[in-house]
């Protein structure tokens, strides 16, 4: 009679398995991967690594790992992704939340804010943890997708804000009234061009969240034609950008008269967000 496998085998079979279809972190995948089978946090898992493994549950890890060695991301795989310290829902329909972002929520969160407009929202990750950090604002979250949508209301929801948070199916400011204190936005920005070129886990995530299919600055055209219209006096608009991109979103943002314009820099010295603030008094308001 053959012993049943134990954890420890499974997961040294799957990470052969990563490692022999030249995925980076296969290990780690691994791991991650078989705690969410077994439904244990990761930090237990050397705990029951001589323990049997059920064939049901191996079957189960054998089908992450195909689904990994097939280039869907982990996030995916275990349908959530860690932002800012909270889990996320995430899904093939909204683009994952990634570490570099969190440098535009500390931008954000450099200064105190009632309202605030998330532009693409996607997952709502953005737009969920300024109000969940700032919790006397509310906001506003758009998206071009009805699916991303969804996912961003079943965050919110997971996370005690729907009373809070609107969302709301529009193309840029289409739609939009009013004015905010904060605009916000993490628009597609890869060039057509750049996209043969991505890892090949970004085939998984929406393509419309990734690319404007031109030069990778459509989105920050529109965006900057609308601001002055949306933003409240001296309110601030940041927006992610490529790490090529700085100067020519700065120029974007001034020539509609924003003030105070700003390129901010990632953990690595990548230029990663752009900061802008509208004048004040606002423009309709001269002369009153």
């Known amino acids: 009679m053959t012993a049943p496998s134990t954890v420890q085998a499974a997961l040294v079979a ?16 691994a791991r991650l991967l078989m705690a969410h089978v077994l439904g244990f946090a990761p930090s237990r898992l050397t705990l029951v690594m001589p323990d049997a493994i059920s064939e049901a549950d191996e079957a189960a890890f054998a089908v992450a790992i195909n689904r990994r060695v097939n280039r869907e991301p982990v996030s995916h795989i275990l349908g959530h992704r860690e932002f800012y310290g909270r889990s996320f829902k995430v899904s093939s329909d909204v ?3 990634r570490p570099e972002t969190e440098i535009l929520i500390a931008e954000a969160l450099a200064r105190p804010f009632n309202s605030v407009l998330d532009l693409g929202t996607g997952s709502g990750a953005i737009l969920l943890t300024l109000l969940a950090e700032q919790i006397l604002a509310k906001g506003l979250g758009t998206d071009l997708s009805e699916p991303a949508l969804k996912v ?4 919110a929801d997971a996370l005690g804000l729907t009373g809070r ?4 199916q529009a193309n840029w400011w289409d739609g939009i009234d009013g004015e905010f204190e904060l605009i916000v936005s993490n628009p597609p920005y890869i060039a057509l061009s750049e996209m043969p070129s991505l890892a090949p886990e970004l085939a998984h995530e929406p393509r419309m969240a990734l690319t404007d299919e031109a030069d990778g600055l459509t989105a920050y055209r529109a965006i900057a034609r609308g601001a002055r219209t949306h933003l409240a006096p001296r309110g601030r608009l940041i ?9 020519a979103v700065s120029e974007l943002f001034l020539a509609q008269g924003l003030k105070g314009v700003r390129v901010i820099a990632d953990l690595d010295g990548r230029d990663r967000v752009v900061r802008a ?4 008094p606002h423009p309709r308001n001269r002369g009153k």
Do not use: H, V, Y
């Open 277 to 280: 603030q509208a004048p004040n």
């Open 95 to 97: 683009l994952d939340p």
């Open 239 to 247: 927006a992610e950008i490529g790490p090529t991109q700085g100067a």
């Open 165 to 168: 948070a609107r969302f709301q």
């Open 14 to 29: 799957g990470t052969k398995r990563l490692a022999e279809a030249g995925i980076d972190g296969g290990a780690r995948d």
């Open 152 to 155: 961003a209301r079943e965050n």
